[in-house]
């Protein structure tokens, strides 16, 4: 029991510190807040659709021909990976196959698992179409709440860096002008002492 909780704990502590990194990388990315924001809701909504495997390079094309950042709609995209596909897909799916009417979604339900989703996309394109439309039910509100995540987190960040480098600028500033007034003084002094040398 105590091996079991020990696993449980290690396997949080994991996904803390990859939600850690990916929260780094995201808002250490260079550019426009905006562009940076946009870019992630893109990443997150394209992560909810069907095309795994597909959706970096779709991610990435139309982000660049959307003019918004590539990185950070790289970066949404991960949202789907191989511990959250299953609980996404499975829940597309659903949404989606109530709104069609497709009554077969207890099988989902009964077996929970990747290989049983993706004998389940073999099975024919209306549970690609069910997957489709739940992933766009679901990815639109995840995508705007991205959004202002996003933005918000950014902008803290590059405000902070702004604010350091300021403090770092006024640091050296003061520090130039105490050595200048250092050398200043210095000067006198020595004009001081040649007047009295040739007084003497």
């Known amino acids: 029991m105590e091996k079991k909780n020990e696993h449980i704990g290690n396997q949080k502590s994991k996904f803390h510190t990859a939600l850690k990194k990916t929260y780094d990388r995201l808002v250490k990315i260079r550019g426009q807040p905006r562009e940076i924001a946009l870019g992630?809701?893109?990443?997150?909504?394209?992560?909810?659709?069907?095309?795994?495997?597909?959706?970096?390079?779709?991610?990435?094309?139309f982000a660049?021909?959307?003019?918004w950042n590539k990185i950070s709609a790289a970066v949404g995209v991960w949202i789907s990976n191989p511990l959250t596909a299953p609980v996404i897909?499975?829940?597309?799916?659903?949404?989606?196959?109530?709104?069609?009417?497709?009554?077969?979604?207890?099988?989902?339900s009964d077996d929970f698992q990747p290989a049983a989703?993706?004998?389940?996309?073999?099975?024919?394109?209306?549970?690609?179409?069910a997957m489709i439309i739940g992933g766009v039910i679901i990815g639109l509100p995840l995508a705007v709440m991205a959004y202002y995540f996003c933005y918000s987190?950014?902008?803290?960040?590059?405000?902070?860096?702004?604010?350091?480098l300021a403090k770092q600028k006024a640091k050296l500033a003061k520090q130039?002008?105490?050595?200048?007034?250092?050398?200043?003084?210095?000067?006198?002094k020595k004009k001081k002492k040649k007047k009295?040398?040739?007084v003497t």
């Open 40 to 61: 992630f809701a893109l990443g997150i909504f394209i992560g909810m659709s069907p095309s795994i495997g597909f959706q970096t390079p779709i991610a990435i094309f």
């Open 64 to 67: 660049s021909l959307l003019k």
């Open 89 to 108: 897909y499975g829940i597309t799916y659903i949404i989606g196959a109530t709104l069609l009417g497709i009554n077969n979604t207890s099988k989902l």
């Open 117 to 129: 989703i993706f004998a389940m996309l073999s099975k024919g394109p209306e549970i690609i179409w």
């Open 153 to 164: 987190a950014v902008q803290k960040y590059q405000e902070d860096i702004k604010r350091k």
């Open 176 to 188: 130039k002008q105490k050595l200048a007034k250092k050398r200043e003084e210095r000067k006198q």
């Open 196 to 198: 009295k040398d040739k």
